[in-house]
């Protein structure tokens, strides 16, 4: 069983709110994802780490950042939330090895109204 | 990192096999190929995963053509269960990109009872 979680599984939230969704893991993965998902749609890597102090912009621009101060914890942040980002949010981890399989989080359901 | 196609979608039945193809012609010779499978809500799931040689697991089995410009991931016995979305991914070296964890749209597999 994975041990990665994502909090909380399902946010409303107003208008130019800050929010911060949580990813935790207990499996000392040093790679980090996180993916947006529409319904039916396609996973977009949004950003990636390679470890502590490391991140980087995925293949789809995102207004959220990401911040990566210790191993285990991996949090998305939007400044101010917009109904455009009103979405699915996943979080992935891997270990280093191109052979490792990535565990992921049930997710984060975000609307914002 | 290099690409893979796969059709959009397929249909089997109940308690058939399914053979679920990827080509990826742009394969470089140290990237591993990889099957994951999104349920329905759900975050993906690792199914297999290969370099050269065929493999099974309790899941599925991968066959990797001799070439390695494409596979097949062969789930034995579909069940009502198995219907999602398959993704097949190649991951390389590190090298600055996101390792190769990216999907792209996978096959949406229907099963019919």
């Known amino acids: 069983e994975a041990d990665i979680y994502q909090t909380p599984r399902y946010l409303v939230i107003g208008t130019g709110k800050k929010i911060t969704l949580e990813c935790s893991q207990t499996?000392?993965?040093?790679?980090m994802y996180w993916y947006q998902q529409d319904p039916g749609m396609e996973l977009h890597l949004i950003h990636y780490?390679?470890?502590?102090?490391?991140?980087e912009k995925g293949d789809l621009s995102s207004e959220s950042t990401v911040s990566r101060i210790r191993t285990e914890h991996f949090p998305l942040t939007l400044e101010s939330a917009r109904p455009s980002h009103t979405s699915q949010y996943l979080c992935?981890?891997?270990?280093?090895?191109?052979?490792?399989?990535?565990?992921f989080g049930q997710g984060t359901r975000l609307t914002v109204v | 990192d290099a690409k893979t196609t796969q059709p959009n979608s397929m249909e089997s039945n109940e308690e058939e096999p399914v053979h679920l193809p990827c080509n990826h012609s742009?394969?470089?010779?140290?990237?591993?190929i990889h099957w994951y499978r999104q349920l329905p809500s759900q975050g993906p799931e690792y199914v297999i995963h290969?370099?050269?040689s065929n493999v099974n697991n309790r899941m599925a089995s991968l066959a990797i053509a001799e070439d390695r410009k494409s596979s097949t991931l062969i789930l034995h016995r579909a069940t009502l269960r198995d219907a999602a979305v398959y993704y097949c991914?190649?991951?390389?070296?590190?090298?600055?990109?996101?390792?190769?964890?990216?999907f792209g749209k996978g096959t949406h597999l229907i099963i019919q009872p």
């Open positions: 991914i190649l991951r390389g070296y590190s090298g600055g990109g996101a390792d190769g964890l990216t």
């Open positions: 499996m000392g993965h040093d790679k």
């Open positions: 780490s390679y470890g502590v102090n490391s991140t």
């Open positions: 290969g370099l050269t």
């Open positions: 742009t394969i470089s010779g140290t990237d591993y």
């Open positions: 992935a981890s891997s270990g280093m090895g191109r052979s490792t399989e990535a565990f």
